[in-house]
């Protein structure tokens, strides 16, 4: 294949658009194959066909999830054919990647609400209008069992034990039921059904998508390219985005609180956030990598430009430069937000005229519960009218507390009406 691809005539702007394509990306295989197939694509005048499978098994898409629907937007500002599948049958099955244990099984109903708002929030990065919206039910769901026995007739245990997750568990003796094999044969056969050309995963993924090739070449087609892209590390730094670890960024969170939990990452993880969600050509992410490099631009100033810039793709130009204003308002310039929600003290929380600090935050919402709310008070996090109170025992007037403003940690103000 390297000798093939050498021989190739490869026109500048062709050479360009791949290198574009396969910036960020972790894999790329078969090696250099994709710049093959896009020299092809190009003297046929025809667009390739590029695959993202999504398994609805959650409401909210995050920052971590976007990153492969970037990519799959890259290839569509390419004039590339993005197939976006929704894993409605498959999520009937559960991923088992990277799973210590089975996946739970979702019913049907999940499975439609969850697809509607992930069809929603996709259109937040893709063109939709330009999209081959797919659900792989109108194949999977067809299949008859002699069709299934000749699926899984073609791939070995042994192969299936090559994927890192089934081999730690088969050596731990813990459980692998038959239907986590099946998997990665029909996410493999949902490209067949759709002949794509490359499919995009997460690294996570990779077992997965080699099986896409894998049942091509069953299928007598021409084996897809496969690209992965980088698990995403969330705001803490540490671990991978994900909503049970408390450090991610949604789609669809508000503009200023997307800008301010973009603000929270350490600096270390900058250039990959730029790199991996805003979009930035490899061009502009050389200049910013120089200018912080020679300390042209500060950190703080990059880190700024980052949220701003992530904050404008999901919500637009307007919404990015008040969150990036009001931002600077209440940490720079320590002066709250220029809009303060307001809320009553609801009367089933009052004492005897008076009301204590911790049930007061929880009864507005500013706490999950009173133990939370002590915890907060505790380290500091707590403020009446900018006064720091650091007393869970503390009671107020309830009559006293009409236009107080309540502050708990660095974003979240309330005035009490």
């Given at each position: 294949m390297e000798r093939e691809t050498r021989a190739l005539e490869v026109p500048t702007q062709v050479q360009e658009e791949y290198e574009e394509l396969i910036l960020g990306s972790v894999d790329a295989l078969p090696e250099r194959d994709l710049l093959r197939q896009l020299v092809q694509a190009r003297a046929e005048c025809r667009p390739l066909r590029v695959k993202l499978g999504v398994d609805p098994t959650a409401p909210d898409i995050h920052f971590g999830h976007s990153v492969v629907l970037r990519k799959l937007a890259q290839f569509q500002k390419y004039g590339h054919q993005a197939v976006l599948i929704i894993g409605d049958y498959t999520a009937k099955v559960g991923d088992p990647s990277g799973r210590s244990k089975l996946r739970p099984r979702l019913g049907d109903e999940a499975i439609l609400e969850n697809s509607k708002t992930y069809v929603d929030q996709a259109a937040k990065v893709l063109d939709m209008d330009k999209v081959e919206l797919r659900r792989n039910s109108e194949w999977l769901a067809n299949l008859r069992m002699d069709e299934v026995l000749t699926l899984t007739s073609r791939v070995t245990?042994?192969?299936?034990?090559?994927?890192?997750?089934?081999?730690?568990?088969?050596?731990?003796?813990?459980?692998i039921s038959i239907i986590e094999f099946m998997y990665p044969l029909l996410q493999g056969y949902d490209s067949v059904a759709t002949a794509a050309d490359v499919e995009l995963g997460g690294t996570d993924q990779k077992f997965n998508l080699l099986m896409g090739r894998t049942l091509m070449e069953v299928y007598g087609m021409t084996p897809q390219t496969i690209m992965t892209s980088p698990l995403l590390v969330g705001t803490d730094g540490v671990q991978k985005m994900s909503k049970s670890y408390g450090n991610y960024v949604g789609v669809s969170d508000e503009p200023g609180d997307m800008f301010g939990k973009v603000m929270s990452i350490p600096d270390s993880l900058m250039m990959t956030y730029f790199e991996l969600l805003s979009g930035s050509s490899k061009k502009e992410l050389e200049e910013l990598g120089a200018s912080l490099a020679d300390g042209s631009l500060h950190p703080a100033q990059a880190k700024r430009d980052l949220a701003e810039k992530l904050v404008l793709l999901y919500h637009g130009a307007e919404q990015a430069s008040h969150a990036r204003r009001e931002f600077d308002r209440i940490f720079k310039e320590k002066d709250r937000p220029e809009v303060i929600a307001e809320m009553p003290v609801p009367t089933d929380a009052i004492r005897d005229g008076k009301i204590w600090l911790p049930r007061l935050l929880t009864a507005l919402g500013l706490a999950s519960s009173n133990?939370?709310?002590?915890?907060?008070?505790?380290?500091?996090?707590?403020?009446?009218?900018?006064?720091?109170?650091?007393?869970?025992?503390?009671?107020?007037?309830?009559e006293a507390l009409h236009g107080v403003v309540i502050q708990v940690g660095k974003r979240k103000f309330l005035r009490i009406l």
């Open positions: 245990v042994a192969r299936m034990l090559e994927r890192d997750d089934f081999s730690r568990r088969y050596a731990e003796n813990e459980p133990g939370e709310a002590r915890r907060l008070i505790e380290q500091g996090g707590a403020k009446v009218d900018d006064r720091p109170v650091t007393d869970p025992a503390a009671e107020f007037d309830v």
